[in-house]
């Protein structure tokens, strides 16, 4: 059984940082596609950064530069290094994992999610 638990996530003001983590069990972590999106209030979930299993990335434009995705294959573990914070970053933060290899395939395992809150 696939899980996958984030932490993490909090309060910060602008400009500041975050990392959230993402645990995963249950599966043979490293021959997946692994990736971060994220849901805004009253907006639909995107994705916010991806990676696969030979660390190849993908960002969305509005971090690019911003944040970094990255992942610790010993401890089936995927981070998100998250800098200079925008206001509209605030949103519940969601770890998946691909169906596959290529981050091409769809996400159908989810974690619980993760709080970022960002103020002024």
């Known amino acids: 059984q696939v899980q996958l638990v984030e932490s993490g996530g909090g309060s910060v003001q602008a400009g500041g940082s975050l990392r959230l983590s993402c645990a995963a069990s249950?599966?043979?972590?490293?021959?997946?596609?692994r990736g971060w999106f994220r849901q805004a209030p009253g907006k639909e979930r995107d994705e916010v950064a991806l990676?696969?299993?030979?660390?190849?990335?993908r960002y969305a434009d509005s971090v690019k530069g911003r944040f970094t995705i990255s992942r610790d294959n010993a401890k089936n573990t995927l981070y998100l290094q998250m800098n200079n914070l925008k206001l509209e970053n605030t949103a519940i933060y969601y770890c998946?994992?691909?169906?596959?290899?290529?981050?091409?395939?769809?996400?159908?395992?989810w974690g619980q999610g993760t709080q970022v809150t960002v103020s002024s």
């Open positions: 998946a994992r691909a169906s596959g290899y290529y981050c091409s395939n769809d996400f159908p395992n």
């Open positions: 249950g599966y043979a972590y490293r021959f997946f596609c």
């Open positions: 990676i696969d299993p030979s660390r190849n990335t």
